[in-house]
């Protein structure tokens, strides 16, 4: 995001927006207006930059364009990385034409064992008694396929010198990555903000160093549904004729959206967590629930793969055994799927200990297509992941982790798993504590996976693990607003609460949701994943790239739809919170290519 206005003599708008696809060839394209607020055109000559740069580079791809004025230069200075391992910069007068200027950073320049530097943001150096007068924030990959954010800093904005250490590293709450680092200032407090794998845009405060200092507070949780995905990152934050935008991307790892949100002090909104006086509705289920206190299943159950009668009810809980064998062999309880939105939690006690122990939810259509929600052990040790199994291949992506959740290292026996559906996708949530969900995976197409039937399961891969029970407290369908209302009118209605979602499913009040990436695949349970299967594939990194189609039948019009509601986000600051306000994605489609 660049205010044109202020520095250029005849721009196209007030405001430009530089973006691109990640995948090849990507290219850097820009889109204008006079507000923030929109409508956005798209500039006819995009890309304006290209894979290849004659006499200078030629690429696979070019991407994650950042944008700073030089006063010195008195010049538009664009970075952006080709390939993944370095880092460039060029220049121009206008914003659109640009001069080559050469290699700003590389994996071999800031070391550390690092395979990708990428995702740069350039900013004066707030405390330039360091002897700096301008910094970079940027993602860097490993050796050991962890991404974090390094720091560079330079005198002139050309040469820059990589700082040893790290300004942000993931933690069991943001999962395996951050990305798409930026810095920001508000109310005289400077935070660094980067996406994640579990979606969540976070803000760390700064020290005078520039690196990240105490717990990451939530500022931007997305919903679960397209078009969100349950993934936002890369945020750029500009106040401006007395309103604050934040741009940012969202959806999918490589296929995400341009989005623009706006600050709502008096709004608040979690669309993950939407029941937080009873998030496990232990006041008021809705019909079908079971709390198995009984001394066998409802005959409205289903059991599937029983031969060997692996399954029991026994001191309030349905527990099973853990078969040898893939879950087209494992014992799966199971009821019909509900027709429209609907939503289930269950509360698990596990132990998982070897490969390929894996215990949860799941979703059912045959023993080639299916998906699971399951509390694991394989690659990385103890994982809950969203898999979906289409046409016997799962989708797992096991480079950037966007199906798996890795638990923190307190994690006791206990965990509480969730499918919700908003009647055309199902997305997977997890709670470690009983009280927060969190998104697990990614959205999947209700119809693609036309599952008939929703249950438990539990196995464990290969004879050579141990057997392992897995204890299901429950089993509770979200209640609908109807349920609700009569729970509330005898008594049992938690508190007076004021957002159920749609009644049958999370949400806003209007759409259900929220969801999240990352993880390495117990595959079909019967053979450890080699970290090449589907999802995406070394050389794509973690986060903020964009890919945005060019504007409908040339018109120019970028094509401005709503997302289906406010969209607020919280960032808990001195003198209370700070909320952002969704107001819809600035571009829907993505760039198709010749």
């Not at 914003?95 to 050469?102: E, N, P």
């Not at 860097?140 to 942000?168: C, F, K």
């Not at 494992?330 to 609907?342: E, K, R």
Request: charged share 20%.
């Amino acid at each position: 995001m660049f205010h044109a206005g202020e520095h250029l003599d005849d721009p196209l708008g007030e405001w430009y927006v530089y973006y691109a696809p990640h995948d090849a060839p990507g290219g850097i394209n820009v889109m204008y207006a006079d507000s923030l607020d929109g409508p956005w055109t798209h500039y006819e000559g995009n890309p304006i930059v290209k894979s290849t740069w004659d006499g200078h580079y030629d690429v696979s791809h070019v991407s994650s364009p950042d944008v700073a004025w030089n006063d010195d230069a008195g010049e538009v200075f664009l970075y952006f990385h080709g390939e993944n391992n370095t880092d460039r910069y060029a220049t121009s007068a206008d914003g659109l034409s640009f001069d080559y200027g050469g290699v700003v950073m590389t994996t071999q320049q800031f070391g550390q064992n690092a395979t990708e530097t990428s995702y740069n943001r350039v900013f004066e150096n707030p405390f330039p008694e360091n002897g700096w007068e301008y910094a970079m924030y940027f993602m860097v990959n490993d050796t050991s396929n962890v991404r974090r954010i390094g720091l560079a800093y330079s005198h002139d904005m050309i040469s820059w010198e990589a700082q040893p250490g790290w300004v942000v590293e993931p933690t069991a709450v943001e999962g395996a990555n951050v990305a798409g680092p930026e810095l920001w200032e508000w109310n005289g407090t400077y935070y660094v903000l980067y996406g994640s794998s579990v979606g969540t845009i976070f803000a760390k405060q700064v020290d005078r160093d520039l690196r990240g200092i105490g717990d990451p507070i939530p500022l931007y949780i997305p919903s679960p549904f397209p078009p969100e995905d349950g993934r936002a990152s890369s945020p750029q934050i500009v106040t401006a004729d007395g309103k604050t935008h934040m741009i940012f991307e969202a959806g999918g790892r490589l296929g995400a959206t341009v989005h623009h949100a706006t600050l709502d002090p008096d709004g608040h909104r979690d669309p993950v967590n939407t029941h937080p006086d009873d998030p496990l509705f232990a006041q008021c289920s809705g019909a079908g629930s079971d709390e198995f206190d009984g001394d066998a299943l409802e005959t409205r159950w289903t059991v599937l793969h029983d031969d060997e009668g692996r399954q029991r009810l026994e001191d309030g809980a349905l527990v099973l055994t853990s078969p040898a064998t893939s879950i087209n062999g494992a014992t799966i309880p199971n009821l019909p799927v509900p027709d429209g939105a609907w939503e289930v939690t269950t509360e698990i006690e596990y132990a998982p200990t070897a490969k390929y122990h894996q215990a949860g939810l799941t979703l059912y259509s045959d023993d080639l297509n299916n998906a699971k929600l399951v509390w694991s052990f394989a690659n990385g040790g103890i994982r809950f992941d969203f898999t979906w199994k289409r046409d016997g291949k799962d989708r797992f992506d096991s480079w950037a982790w966007e199906d798996t959740l890795f638990p923190p290292a307190d994690l006791g026996s206990t965990a509480w798993l969730r499918l919700s559906s908003n009647g055309e996708y199902i997305v997977a949530a997890l709670s470690t504590d009983g009280t927060t969900f969190t998104t697990v995976g990614r959205p999947i197409p209700a119809a693609d996976l036309a599952a008939d039937s929703i249950g438990v399961t539990a196995f464990r891969g290969v004879a050579s693990a141990p057997d392992a029970e897995a204890r299901f407290n429950w089993f509770r369908f979200t209640p609908s607003e109807a349920e609700l209302a009569d729970c509330a009118s005898d008594g049992t209605a938690p508190g007076d609460d004021t957002d159920p979602g749609n009644g049958t499913a999370p949400g806003d009040g209007t759409n259900p949701g929220d969801d999240v990436d990352d993880g390495a695949t117990p595959g079909d349970g019967t053979a450890p994943d080699d970290g090449t299967g589907p999802g995406a594939t070394p050389g794509d990194d973690d986060a903020s790239d964009t890919d945005v189609d060019p504007a409908p039948n040339g018109s120019g019009d970028s094509g401005l739809a709503a997302t289906g509601g406010e969209v607020p986000l919280a960032l808990p600051v001195v003198g209370g919170l700070l909320l952002l306000t969704g107001a819809g994605a600035l571009v829907l489609r993505r760039l198709r290519r010749s």
